[in-house]
């Protein structure tokens, strides 16, 4: 029989929650993320429960265990019960009844199957009981084993309940699919034949997908094959993947960086498609800017930082094809740590007003042209 390998669903939370509501007489199972990335030995963040206890039976449960239920998704099913201070969503095994492409209707069932059915990807209906052993009710252990990303029944139906998937398919596949074994054809044909529905999402839960896509250790083939499917033509207008793989060899050891790799896509209007975040979009407009001028590394660095120059030379190299000069990481170090040694102080009250600041630039211009080697007294002669 399989089973998890984490020590993570004996700990204290997880232990005190799933046996309360196993005591009670109810079945209960860890669900999703949290087996998926055990059995693939991936991070785990997040502790999901499903249950046949409805929720207000939940609710109950916790009380009497000792331990606290907030109703935070009660209407839908869910429960989050705290325990030794971490709070784990308990839901309901549920069914959908009617689905929009954006929401759901659900009803609650006592049965597993029904829960598993509702779920996007084999891989995604694996659960696991408190003692840790494996309960697979679609065949989703044998994708997962090959790394196969694979819609649960009909991939068609499945995206039409929630037109997000779509974007998440692409997503799976570029952190958890077997980049050596293709996509699942089924699952492209389902993707193809349901494009519009992408219309309708809002640009938040897009933009949140795209920037966890884009985190992936290499998701080149995911946003290549969007692009070939025009989901990526209809989520970010204009966007070109072509240089995307030249930029990820660049990287190399750098952590992976969605902005970065957001700049090398390009497209129209692309903050506010995503609802970029004020840091995203500054970060994005400064390499842009770096992108489009010939200011060195070394001033990129002393201008806006070590990770902005970063992320401005990767871009430039895979822009042009060529490789990186070794000294640059030196410069952008260099430029980083560096200090401007003269104030404004200095030249008063000699100058004052725009020609103060003008001569502040003239000197600051010669102190970077010499590698920030030029000390104050030599600047100030």
């Known amino acids: 029989m399989t089973r998890v390998r ?38 785990i963040s997040d502790l999901d429960l499903s249950t046949d206890a409805l929720p207000d039976r939940v609710m109950r449960i916790a009380v009497d265990a000792g331990l606290r239920a907030v109703p935070t998704g009660i209407d839908h099913g869910t429960v989050t019960v705290v325990a030794d201070g971490e709070g784990l969503e308990v839901t309901t095994f549920r069914k959908d009844v009617e ?37 697979d009710p679609l065949g989703g252990l044998h994708d997962l084993r090959a790394r ?33 074994g293709g996509m699942d054809a089924d699952a492209l044909a389902g993707i193809a034949s349901n494009l519009a529905g992408l219309e309708t999402l809002s640009r938040e839960r897009v933009g949140a997908e795209m920037l966890k896509l ?22 970010l207008p204009g966007a070109d993947a072509s240089g995307l793989p030249s930029l990820i060899h660049l990287e190399g050891d750098c952590p992976p960086d969605p902005i970065r790799r957001l700049a090398a896509l390009g497209g129209q209007d692309v903050p506010d498609r995503l609802r970029l975040s ?32 970063t992320d401005v030379v990767l871009l430039r190299s895979a822009q042009m094809g060529a490789p990186l000069d070794a000294c640059i990481w030196d410069d952008i170090a260099k430029g980083a740590q560096a200090t401007f040694p ?40």
Not at 104 to 123: G, I, K, Q, Y
Not at 166 to 179: N, S
Not at 214 to 235: E, F, N
Not at 348 to 377: C, D, H, T, V, Y
């Open 6 to 43: 984490g020590d993570w669903i004996n700990a204290p939370a997880a232990q005190a929650v799933s046996r309360a509501i196993e005591a009670a007489g109810h079945q209960v199972f860890f669900v999703g993320g949290c087996v998926r990335n055990d059995l693939l030995g991936a991070p």
């Open 214 to 235: 884009l985190a992936a250790p290499d998701p080149a083939r995911a946003v290549a094959t969007m692009a070939q499917t025009g989901v990526l033509g209809i989520v």
């Open 148 to 180: 196969r990303v694979r819609f649960i029944d009909n991939a068609g139906a499945r995206i039409r309940e929630d037109y997000l998937r779509t974007l998440r398919f692409f997503r799976f596949h570029a952190w958890y699919g077997d980049p050596a």
């Open 342 to 381: 003269v104030q404004p102080a200095d030249l008063m009250p000699a100058l004052n007003g725009p020609e103060l600041g003008a001569q502040l630039r003239r000197i600051e211009a010669r102190w970077i042209a010499s590698g920030f080697e030029l000390q104050r007294k030599d600047l100030l002669t």
């Open 278 to 309: 004020k840091r995203d979009r500054k970060q994005l407009a400064v390499i842009r800017e770096g992108m489009g001028s010939v200011m060195p590394a070394g001033e990129l660095a002393y201008r806006h930082g070590a990770d902005l120059a």
């Open 99 to 135: 689905t929009d492409g954006r929401r759901a209707v659900v009803a609650f069932s006592d049965r597993l199957e029904d829960d598993a059915h509702r779920r996007d990807f084999t891989m995604n209906a694996l659960y696991a009981t408190p003692d840790g052993a494996i309960c």
